[in-house]
């Protein structure tokens, strides 16, 4: 089964916080991406990645940076985080050629 | 670009009903269509999806979708509803040539006794 891990469930931070979520999937996937999820809204695209070093913008990158050293990790960074990203954010890979995605259990981050 | 509409944003049903959650995408070309379901506190697991072919699928926990392209929709169903059933429906659309996907608005799902 593949396995996609986040390294926090709940995360609380403060405002102007440096803000790291990590995410490892042990499928030897080559994409990658990082959602935020918020009630209303699905989900939406933050960064994706197709390879090493990698990344492309999805549809809400503003606040946010991601970091793709290994083939297995992908970061994403709040440099300094907002309240307006208070949200769960949610981890997911896939192979290459094929379109589903498998997803972590998320973080539920809360900036006060 | 592409959208994808989940009229509905609540549904109640009892239990051992049939349920129907509705999605429509807008776009011209061909899609590749997904659901997925959300247990509180939980990530996202693939119910079912369509890439081509037959266009009623199976997927698990006895869910089943019809592509009905003249309508661009993708509607899931299931005969009857368990307890267990209760959690947010997401669907999402991606087209050839990008591995993106476009997610719905979500249905939750509660399931009354």
């Known amino acids: 089964d593949v396995k996609v891990t986040q390294s926090s469930r709940y995360l609380v931070k403060r405002t102007g916080e440096k803000v790291f979520l990590e995410c490892v999937q042990d499928m030897d996937h080559e994409n990658m991406f990082w959602y935020r999820q918020d009630p209303g809204l699905g989900l939406r695209l933050i960064y994706f990645?197709?390879?090493?070093?990698?990344?492309e913008k999805g549809d809400i990158p503003e606040g946010y940076s991601v970091s793709r050293e290994k083939k297995e990790r992908f970061s994403l960074i709040l440099e300094s985080a907002s309240t307006n990203q208070t949200s769960m954010y949610l981890c997911?890979?896939?192979?290459?050629?094929?379109?589903?995605?498998?997803f972590g259990p998320g973080t539920r981050l809360t900036v006060t | 670009a592409q959208s994808v509409t989940q009229p509905d944003i609540h549904i109640t049903v009892s239990e051992g009903a049939s349920l129907e959650l509705r999605c429509n995408y807008s776009y011209g070309a061909t899609p590749y269509l997904f659901w997925y379901v959300q247990s509180p506190g939980q990530g996202l697991q693939l119910l079912l999806k369509?890439?081509?072919?037959?266009?009623l699928v199976q997927g698990i926990k006895g869910f089943e979708a019809e592509f009905k392209r003249s309508q661009s929709s993708f509607n899931l169903r299931k005969p009857s509803v368990h307890w267990s059933d209760a959690a947010e429906y997401f669907c999402a659309v991606a087209f050839s040539n990008d591995y993106k996907l476009s997610f719905g608005a979500g249905t939750t799902v509660t399931v009354r006794a």
């Open positions: 997911a890979s896939s192979p290459p050629a094929l379109y589903e995605q498998y």
């Open positions: 369509y890439f081509s072919g037959d266009t």
């Open positions: 990645s197709y390879d090493v070093k990698m990344k």
